[in-house]
């Protein structure tokens, strides 16, 4: 069946002092969180809702920071208003939707909250796509409007002739450094709400807890993005959960947002939990390594939001004197390895670790809101850590045809139960839905969620994460899609057929990505040139593979998938391996041939991927 090696070193979680910490956090936050249990069953409760109270609850307190950019939660809120008002005065109404693919900026929150108020969708759009992707996404969701910002016109002005677009669906196009003048056929949008009315829409009270908000798009195993469904309730429930549970934010903390907001992370764990708890964000146009800390400092931040990658370059970084000498005393993110958990935590002065596992289209999380270290937390819904088969690389099942759990202290598939309001919302397409379902799980007609991730039991509901399975591996932060990247290595002419898999480079985090190809031609008119252009032209810089290994045939099982355990296992080992292997160098344009001192310094830590 194979199997992954458990650490020896590896910590359980203490049964008292997790019932002295649980018992502690109970007595805090009882309250609020019975408050919470009952949102779902009323329906009534709406994001829209929230940013209106808030409005009127800390109407003086700094909403939003951006630059030189300051507004209070009632000026936030009269801003959003404008965009509802302009909005319903164009025709839009609940169910719409609308694609936003903007960079990181103070109106990318306030106009997916004024779809929120009036029951419509935003379609938040990845800025790093190209090509055939974004051309992907963009035809996916049905739309009513399209707003642009000046940083990702050409991107998408490169597509606009692939999208078929009618007469009836409006372009807005929102001006930034001024570099670009107002394109022909769009509406300058920071114009056109400026006078619209600053009272709150009477839309608000129409939308239920259970609507839709946004699509956010997610690699998966059936190839292109899929667009998954993020509800009001997603957002309500990662203020209370992420904002109070797991960051205990209040009014008085900045929370310091530099992901890209098209991402679940940043709207959920940043922007929501934040102003949810009357806190402050303060957004960065991206991540920049070099200049974080002085973002930090800039802004007095309290907290900031992470990925797992975030905190590797953040150490990666000389030490500095100052290291320790910070304002933020909580960080909330998911992917902190295990290898640098407590130093990131000394080296920083890290009060609080809010790790937190969970994904756009999950219907559970993991939080770290007892402060353990080197876990995910623990669950409050239903969950099972199964027993995988890693030579058919599916999950166990028994004589009786049932999954079985694993012991404690063991690795295994993590499954969420897909019942009451944990359930699935699915993607928007249904063939891909039903693919992250299993059935007959324990019992006969259960139904469950397949995370899809490898996950060890802690025990006393708690895990800790170990690693992606099948068909996606998780790189730069991304999760990314081995059959996506595969169906550009294919309309390669030169592409016979091609499997495309993660692999392991030591002290970096995720999987890089490794392409085992097979040519239709000799390797020496293999054109390596053209063959990356097409990278480049198709795929965001995180998608395109490390590794290429040439190959003449590719196994495959009985129902043809190509075999990928074995070339995972591989992986760029050049004694295991005597096919022509190249790889993509940091900072290089080329891919070149792997050599074994090429191969020493990369296993190393010489090349910083």
Not at 368 to 394: H, P, R, W
Not at 430 to 458: C, M, P, Q, S, Y
Request: aromatic share 12%.
């Amino acid at each position: 069946m194979g199997e992954i090696a458990e650490p020896k070193d590896m910590d359980l979680i203490d049964k008292r002092e997790y019932r002295k910490r649980y018992r502690s956090w109970v007595g805090k936050h009882s309250d609020e969180f019975q408050e919470f249990m009952n949102i779902p069953s009323e329906n009534k409760v709406s994001w829209g809702t929230i940013i209106e109270r808030n409005a009127g609850k800390y109407a003086d307190n700094i909403a939003i920071k951006f630059e030189d950019t300051t507004l209070n939660f009632k000026e936030f809120n009269e801003w959003i208003n404008r965009y509802a008002h302009y909005f319903i005065s164009l025709g839009l109404n609940k169910g719409d939707v609308v694609q936003i693919m903007m960079t990181n900026r103070p109106e990318y929150v306030m106009i997916l909250y004024a779809l929120g108020k009036i029951g419509a969708i935003g379609s938040l759009i990845n800025i790093d796509l190209r090509e055939m992707s974004l051309v992907h996404c963009l035809k996916l969701t049905p739309r009513k409007f399209i707003i642009i910002d000046e940083n990702c016109f050409n991107n998408f002005n490169a597509v606009i002739s692939d999208l078929d677009l009618s007469n009836d669906q409006t372009l807005f196009f929102l001006p930034d450094q001024g570099i670009l003048s107002l394109p022909e056929g769009y509406i300058d949008l920071s114009l056109a709400v400026k006078d619209f009315p600053k009272n709150n829409p009477s839309t608000t009270s129409l939308v239920k807890t259970t609507d839709d908000i946004a699509y956010l798009f997610t690699s998966g195993t059936t190839g292109f993005p899929k667009a998954t469904i993020m509800r009001h309730y997603t957002l309500i429930s990662s203020y209370y959960f992420y904002g109070r549970g797991l960051g205990d934010l209040t009014p008085e903390d900045i929370m310091y947002i530099s992901l890209p907001l098209f991402h679940a992370n940043a709207i959920g764990a940043g922007c929501a939990a934040a102003l949810g708890s009357g806190a402050t964000i303060a957004i960065g146009r991206k991540f920049s390594v070099s200049n974080f800390w002085d973002e930090i400092q800039k802004y007095k931040a309290t907290a900031f939001n992470y990925i797992g990658e975030v905190c590797r370059y953040l150490m990666n970084q000389p030490p500095r004197d100052k290291d320790s000498d910070n304002s933020v005393r909580v960080v909330i993110g998911p992917g902190l390895r295990n290898e640098i958990w407590k130093d990131f935590k000394d080296r920083f002065n890290i009060e609080k670790i809010g790790e937190y596992y969970s994904a756009s289209e999950a219907v559970g999380a993991f939080g770290n809101i007892l402060n353990f270290d080197c876990t995910i937390g623990c669950c409050i819904t239903s969950f099972a850590i199964v027993k995988y088969d890693y030579d058919e690389e599916k999950p166990f099942r028994n004589e009786a045809g049932f999954m079985e759990r694993v012991n404690v202290g063991e690795s295994g598939l993590l499954l969420f139960e897909n019942t009451g309001v944990s359930t699935f919302r699915g993607y928007t397409d249904k063939e891909a839905t039903d693919a992250k379902l299993f059935h007959d799980v324990f019992n006969e007609g259960d139904e469950w969620f397949n995370t899809g991730d490898l996950i060890r039991d802690l025990g006393n509901n708690h895990a800790q994460f170990v690693d992606r399975l099948g068909d996606t591996y998780r790189w730069k932060g991304n999760n990314v899609s081995t059959i996506e990247i595969e169906k550009v290595i294919n309309s390669f002419e030169q592409v016979l057929f091609s499997t495309v898999y993660g692999v392991h480079i030591p002290a970096t985090d995720g999987r890089a990505g490794m392409a085992a190809i097979v040519p239709n031609t000799s390797l020496e008119d293999f054109n390596l040139k053209e063959f990356m252009k097409i990278f480049r032209q198709n795929l965001p810089a995180y998608a395109i593979p490390i590794f290429l290994r040439f190959k003449s045939k590719l196994s495959v099982t009985a129902t043809f998938k190509f075999k990928k355990m074995k070339l995972k296992n591989e992986a760029f080992d050049l004694k295991k391996i005597d096919d022509p292997l190249y790889v993509l160098l940091p900072g290089k344009s080329e891919y070149i041939p792997l050599t074994n001192d090429i191969s020493d310094n990369i296993i190393s830590g010489q090349y910083k991927f």
